[in-house]
């Protein structure tokens, strides 16, 4: 995960001391004493306070409004290091899973503490279905997929996450499930360029 420092309150100093209201109670040598040393150290770089740096943080990273660090969603460590982000739906976080050999995502609805379908919202369930089906017709159209498998479990990452996978009569697993036949196999960086833009015009968010 990202970590922002805790903000400090920075002590105002010798020469600024009107903050106190302390300073007219210094005799003159000492003032000028603490004037001297204060001037003699290197200027101290100010910090950004935590809001300030967590909206840039969101902004950097592309987040909306309630879908990153706010309203107590995080992504599992697991499936921010095994994936790309591709984009942010009205319900779900959507990620492409970092290996080429198959055309794989990852839908993540952003609401902190679900498990399992059952802990959804009922307001939700419709909306997840709903871009289940979006992300299942977009890698039907852009891959001409066999077949489109569609699961969620768990065992080893407990946030609720749905896998979207296009699958092919001639790839690596076929015709049994992708997990536990083969190592990933990273994107290099020109055809993971190449899936996310491919991805985003199927979404139409590109």
């Known amino acids: 995960g990202l970590w ?27 003032a000028a004493g ?14 950004f306070a935590f809001a300030e740096g967590a909206a840039m943080l969101r902004s950097i990273l592309g987040f909306k409004d309630g ?4 309203d107590g ?20 976080r959507v990620l492409l899973m970092n290996d080429a050999s198959y ?36 890698l039907k159209s ?8 569609v699961g969620a479990l768990g065992n080893m990452v407990p946030q609720l996450h749905i896998h979207v996978i296009a699958r092919f009569r001639d790839d690596p697993a076929w015709p049994g499930p992708v997990w536990g036949r083969r190592p990933p196999v990273p994107y290099a960086p020109a055809a993971l360029q190449e899936r996310i833009e491919a991805l985003k015009a199927a979404f139409g968010d590109g």
């Open 4 to 30: 922002l420092a805790k903000v400090t309150r920075w002590p105002c100093g010798a020469a600024a001391a009107a903050c106190s209201g302390q300073g007219s109670t210094r005799s003159g040598a000492a």
């Open 34 to 47: 603490a004037a001297n040393t204060s001037s003699s150290r290197p200027a101290r770089r100010p910090r």
């Open 73 to 92: 969603f995080t992504l599992h460590e697991r499936l921010a290091a095994d994936c790309i982000t591709l984009a942010d739906w009205p319900l779900c």
């Open 142 to 149: 852009s891959f001409r997929a066999d077949k489109i498998n």
């Open 67 to 70: 879908k990153g660090m706010g």
């Open 103 to 138: 055309p794989w995502l990852i839908l993540v609805p952003c609401r902190a503490g679900l498990s399992e379908f059952h802990d959804l919202a009922e307001a939700d369930r419709a909306p997840l279905m709903a871009e289940i089906d979006r992300a299942s017709r977009a």
